[in-house]
């Protein structure tokens, strides 16, 4: 099935469309989200008058700044700056930030905000959510709840990421999986799970071992024949603001690391931008031809600049030394990871020289304002004593280099954004400050690090399209959204729910 599903679900009217459209002037605060008009490709956009955190070292924050982009490119920073016949942005008083990354989310869950609340919940209970509801998607939904994620992500300031896509199986639900990302016009790296080979459908009785090893399944032809797929049908070119990437098949323990090793090469036959894998420190001990500890990789010379660990939590120094000497790179989800038995690695692995990000991980079960997530990684580093002489050090911009610097970085986005400088992409966030308590002094960073929420982000732009303006997402029908993301919800629960497990 190669139609969008946009049409089909009556969201027609949304970004995709608008992406092609001419608008006008505004001024940023003033600015009345008339949908279409205001999501075009500016060819020469010049924001006046911002207080800029650059993230850029030959920056800094320059207070009172100006941007000039042309296309989908900043092509100027500085002060005074001016451009015959741009539009122009009147940014005075507010801050403007570089678009943030998120490393690690599995975008699909945005469509199921709150079935799973984490802190309460069981790790078994969020298997079974996924047993039951994995074999209950249509292509529709596939489509629908990417779209609608990623449009969620976009609201709270999120301009990059990479999916971990690990629930769509078949050929048909991993394309509109993959389509639903890439028409929400967000960034990053759509990454299809090698795996899953479910049999069973709403309605059957089917023995929870039998489940379990089908959601664990490895890969296997029909798997492959589906990347070929995505790549002939979705992927086609290099130039698109989504990329293509991988994710092994889950449950590398206990494999034997021949067939790890067999996996990772086939993979590698397709170039992925990124094969991304979720690893904790074991404490587990397996004999050493099974896989048992992510520094068997390391030796088995299968790392490299296109593999992403998710969490890492607990890895040794070497291994982090491991991982900065062949270039992989490391998301941490601090807040997710708040349960987990060993501690964020993040503060490490920056310490260390790794490429490290931070993320949302289950958009199910935590909150969606990024900010939240952005403090969070602070926060974080006070579990343990080298986390808290890391956190001692640090200013508001440490911070904020997880979600944007270096977050680039860590989704192998290095010199493409992450940073307010000449030649980047135009990925940026325009913050309110005029709220009462929003603080008036004090390094920039420091004030968005410890105060601003998503309610603050007043204007978006990815590759230079504006998908946010005046507070308002720009050419989405918010409620028409909400009410087709609570049809299909209910219907994919009440669905999986008719399955037996005995
Ligand atoms: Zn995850």
Redesign the pocket.
Same mark, same amino acid.
């Given at each position: 099935m190669d139609v969008t599903r946009k049409g089909f679900l009556g969201l027609a009217a949304g970004s995709l469309a608008a992406g092609a459209m001419a608008g006008r002037s505004v001024t940023a605060t003033a600015a009345t989200a008339k949908s279409a008009d205001a999501v075009r490709p500016a060819h020469r956009t010049l924001i006046k008058g911002a207080d800029i955190i650059t993230m850029d070292p030959a920056h800094g924050e320059i207070l009172g700044g100006d941007v000039l982009l042309d296309g989908g490119k900043i092509v100027a920073v500085g002060k005074g700056l001016t451009a015959d016949g741009a539009e122009i942005i009147d940014a005075r008083g507010m801050i403007l930030m570089p678009g943030m990354i998120d490393s690690?989310? #599995?975008v699909w869950e945005g469509m199921d905000n709150g079935v799973v609340a984490k802190i309460s919940k069981t790790v078994n209970y969020y298997n079974e959510y996924k047993l039951r509801t994995m074999v209950s998607y249509t292509p529709e939904d596939a489509w629908l709840a990417q779209y609608a994620s990623a449009i969620q992500a976009i609201d709270s300031g999120v301009t990059s990421l990479i999916d971990?896509c690990?629930i769509f199986h078949t050929a048909e639900l991993a394309e509109q999986a993959a389509r639903g990302l890439i028409d929400s016009g967000i960034a990053g790296t759509f990454c299809y799970q090698v795996s899953h080979s479910p049999t069973y459908k709403p309605g059957d009785t089917v023995k929870w071992d039998d489940a379990n090893a089908m959601r664990n399944a490895p890969a296997d032809e029909q798997h492959w024949q589906t990347v070929r797929l995505l790549q002939e049908r979705v992927f086609t070119g290099k130039d698109g603001l989504v990329r293509f990437g991988l994710c092994a098949s889950p449950g590398f323990s206990d494999r034997p690391m021949t067939e790890i090793r067999d996996e990772l090469a086939k993979m590698r036959t397709f170039e992925p931008h990124i094969i991304a894998q #979720?690893h904790r420190r074991s404490h587990v001990q397996r004999p050493p031809e099974v896989f048992n500890q992510f520094s068997q990789l390391g030796e088995w010379g299968l790392l490299g600049p296109d593999y992403h660990v998710?969490?890492g939590t607990g890895f040794i120094d070497e291994e982090l030394d491991m991982c900065r000497d062949t270039g992989t790179m490391i998301c941490a989800?601090t807040m *997710?990871e708040h349960s987990y038995p060993d501690p964020s690695v993040h503060g490490r692995a920056r310490q260390r020289g790794v490429a490290v990000g931070i *993320?949302v991980? *289950?958009a199910l079960a935590f909150t969606h304002d990024y900010f939240q997530h952005v403090r969070g990684a602070f926060y974080n580093l006070f579990r343990t004593d080298i986390g808290k002489e890391i956190a001692s050090a640090y200013q508001g911009e440490d911070v904020l280099d997880f979600v944007t610097r270096l977050g680039a970085r860590s989704i192998r986005e290095d010199g493409v954004t992450g940073t307010i400088s000449a030649g980047k992409r135009a990925d940026m966030l325009l913050l309110k400050t005029d709220r009462i308590n929003f603080p008036i002094t004090g390094l920039l960073a420091d004030r968005v690090v410890n105060y601003s929420n998503q309610p603050d982000i007043d204007t978006v732009w990815i590759a230079g399209v504006v998908r946010k303006r005046a507070g308002r997402m720009v050419g989405v029908d918010m409620a028409a959204l909400k009410a087709k993301i609570n049809e299909a919800s209910t219907r994919i629960n009440r669905d999986g729910a008719t399955i037996r497990f005995v």
């Amino acid at each position: 099935m190669d139609v969008t599903r946009k049409g089909f679900l009556g969201l027609a009217a949304g970004s995709l469309a608008a992406g092609a459209m001419a608008g006008r002037s505004v001024t940023a605060t003033a600015a009345t989200a008339k949908s279409a008009d205001a999501v075009r490709p500016a060819h020469r956009t010049l924001i006046k008058g911002a207080d800029i955190i650059t993230m850029d070292p030959a920056h800094g924050e320059i207070l009172g700044g100006d941007v000039l982009l042309d296309g989908g490119k900043i092509v100027a920073v500085g002060k005074g700056l001016t451009a015959d016949g741009a539009e122009i942005i009147d940014a005075r008083g507010m801050i403007l930030m570089p678009g943030m990354i998120d490393s690690h989310r #599995h975008v699909w869950e945005g469509m199921d905000n709150g079935v799973v609340a984490k802190i309460s919940k069981t790790v078994n209970y969020y298997n079974e959510y996924k047993l039951r509801t994995m074999v209950s998607y249509t292509p529709e939904d596939a489509w629908l709840a990417q779209y609608a994620s990623a449009i969620q992500a976009i609201d709270s300031g999120v301009t990059s990421l990479i999916d971990y896509c690990h629930i769509f199986h078949t050929a048909e639900l991993a394309e509109q999986a993959a389509r639903g990302l890439i028409d929400s016009g967000i960034a990053g790296t759509f990454c299809y799970q090698v795996s899953h080979s479910p049999t069973y459908k709403p309605g059957d009785t089917v023995k929870w071992d039998d489940a379990n090893a089908m959601r664990n399944a490895p890969a296997d032809e029909q798997h492959w024949q589906t990347v070929r797929l995505l790549q002939e049908r979705v992927f086609t070119g290099k130039d698109g603001l989504v990329r293509f990437g991988l994710c092994a098949s889950p449950g590398f323990s206990d494999r034997p690391m021949t067939e790890i090793r067999d996996e990772l090469a086939k993979m590698r036959t397709f170039e992925p931008h990124i094969i991304a894998q #979720h690893h904790r420190r074991s404490h587990v001990q397996r004999p050493p031809e099974v896989f048992n500890q992510f520094s068997q990789l390391g030796e088995w010379g299968l790392l490299g600049p296109d593999y992403h660990v998710s969490h890492g939590t607990g890895f040794i120094d070497e291994e982090l030394d491991m991982c900065r000497d062949t270039g992989t790179m490391i998301c941490a989800t601090t807040m *997710g990871e708040h349960s987990y038995p060993d501690p964020s690695v993040h503060g490490r692995a920056r310490q260390r020289g790794v490429a490290v990000g931070i *993320g949302v991980d *289950g958009a199910l079960a935590f909150t969606h304002d990024y900010f939240q997530h952005v403090r969070g990684a602070f926060y974080n580093l006070f579990r343990t004593d080298i986390g808290k002489e890391i956190a001692s050090a640090y200013q508001g911009e440490d911070v904020l280099d997880f979600v944007t610097r270096l977050g680039a970085r860590s989704i192998r986005e290095d010199g493409v954004t992450g940073t307010i400088s000449a030649g980047k992409r135009a990925d940026m966030l325009l913050l309110k400050t005029d709220r009462i308590n929003f603080p008036i002094t004090g390094l920039l960073a420091d004030r968005v690090v410890n105060y601003s929420n998503q309610p603050d982000i007043d204007t978006v732009w990815i590759a230079g399209v504006v998908r946010k303006r005046a507070g308002r997402m720009v050419g989405v029908d918010m409620a028409a959204l909400k009410a087709k993301i609570n049809e299909a919800s209910t219907r994919i629960n009440r669905d999986g729910a008719t399955i037996r497990f005995v």
